[in-house]
């Protein structure tokens, strides 16, 4: 299992821009990347995953055009460009690395490796 942490939550106004950090125990070379999100009252929801193996990402509709997966390979760093962010935006982000598909793997609500969290608040 890869423990991973995560980092960059903060308060922004509509419109803003923040990175999410993920730093995991291990290379993340073949295996597939996910972000995750906990909104208020909402279950955890996955809204971006790429899988390193063969290059496939899947975007949350919610998030497409404004998110960005990367990472910085030889720091074993997965990060997540967040622009324009809107106040629906607003929760608890999470990362995880693991081996299933991108798609099977955003749809997950259970059974991922998560890290603590870090907070992402948009209000104005």
């Known amino acids: 299992q890869v423990h991973v942490a995560e980092s960059g939550g903060g308060s922004v106004r509509p419109g803003g821009s923040l990175r999410l950090s993920c730093v995991a125990s291990?290379?993340?070379?073949?295996?597939?990347i996910g972000w995750f999100r906990q909104r208020p009252g909402k279950e955890r929801e996955g809204v971006v995953c790429?899988?390193?193996?063969?290059?496939?990402?899947y975007y949350d509709d919610s998030v497409k055009g404004r998110f960005t997966i990367s990472r910085d390979k030889a720091e074993s760093t997965a990060y997540l460009e967040m622009n324009n962010l809107k106040p629906e935006d607003s929760g608890d982000y999470y990362c995880?690395?693991?081996?299933?598909?991108?798609?099977?793997?955003?749809?997950?609500?259970?059974?991922?490796?998560w890290g603590q969290g870090t907070q992402v608040t948009v209000d104005a």
């Open positions: 995880a690395a693991d081996v299933w598909g991108a798609q099977a793997m955003c749809l997950m609500t259970e059974g991922l490796k």
């Open positions: 291990r290379s993340l070379d073949y295996y597939t």
């Open positions: 790429w899988s390193t193996n063969d290059g496939m990402t």
